[in-house]
């Protein structure tokens, strides 16, 4: 589905990315791991088209993407969200959602300001899918709150639910449970093993080793701009050089060496 081939990115001399491969399969969950500064954003960077690889291409089903603009990109299905959250804090909850279907409608500037039936129609399409989509996020109740008036896990959701409706075929999410306690995470485990039902495919940076070796189908991990491992949670948590890559850094390592199922 998405594939990566020798992805290598410098910046003024550091080497941000060294040939990084490997594959993406439809409905699959891919944890992209390591420490501080391995070249996980980075990645996800040159997959959505914010910056361009110094070598090596990024194909989607076939069709290589490397030079298209992040606008076209996101268009074919892939979206993502940042480390920072991106909300729009006056607008309502359901506007928020709203958005993300915006991106896939067809209605243009003129159409809206005219308010043609086609346009309307549009709009009314959108508003029902945001609708639907609250109750599936469980924000059904703060439909018409303003989004700033959320606490932060639930902005983290709200976050996600409007990626989703934007039908996405992959996600990129990066550090989605930044800042959360851990009820909210636990929340957010719940919700993205929603989406795998949904067969959304998704990878996921993420500093919470318990979370991503629960849903992760396969772990890639980074170290330096270099992927050092690949393959099943399990085979990633037993693996030495992972484990030295994350020396120093003892809470990762030991939920790194927790069983997981």
Same mark, same amino acid.
């Given at each position: 589905m998405l594939k990566l081939h020798e992805i290598s990115k410098s910046f003024g001399g550091v080497h941000a990315l060294e040939d990084v491969s490997f594959e993406l399969k439809r409905g699959e969950i891919l944890g992209l791991i390591g420490p501080n500064g391995a070249?996980?954003?980075t990645l996800f960077n040159v997959i959505s088209g914010i910056i361009p690889a110094d070598r090596g291409r !990024?194909?989607?089903? =076939?069709?290589?993407? $490397?030079r298209f603009a992040p606008h076209l990109i996101a268009r074919m299905g892939i979206f993502r969200t940042f480390q920072n959250l991106a909300i729009f804090d006056e607008m309502s909850v359901l506007? #928020?959602?709203? !958005? =993300? $279907?915006h991106l896939m409608g067809n209605a243009g500037i003129l159409a809206a300001l005219l308010k043609t039936p086609a346009e309307r129609k549009e709009e009314a399409a959108i508003r029902a899918r945001a609708l639907a989509l609250l109750k599936d996020i469980g924000l #059904?109740?703060?439909?018409?709150?303003?989004? +700033? $008036?959320l606490p932060f896990g639930r902005l983290r959701i709200l976050?996600?639910?409007?990626?989703v409706g934007a039908n996405p075929v992959i996600l990129l999410l990066d550090e989605p449970a930044a800042g959360l306690n851990q009820r909210e995470s636990e929340e957010l485990t719940d919700f993205l093993a929603k989406l795998r039902q949904k067969q959304i495919t998704m990878i996921i940076i993420e500093h919470d080793m318990s979370l991503v070796m629960e849903l992760s189908d396969r772990v890639v991990v980074l170290d330096q701009g270099r992927k050092i491992a690949e393959g099943?949670? +399990?085979e990633v948590q037993q693996n030495k050089a992972v484990l030295t890559a994350y020396l120093g850094e003892e809470d990762w390592v030991k939920t790194l060496r927790k069983p997981h199922a």
């Open positions: 070249g996980k954003t !990024v194909e989607l089903e =076939g069709k290589d993407i $490397s506007e #928020n959602l709203m !958005v =993300g $279907s #059904n109740d703060f439909a018409n709150q303003p989004a +700033r $008036s976050e996600l639910g409007r990626a099943a949670p +399990r």
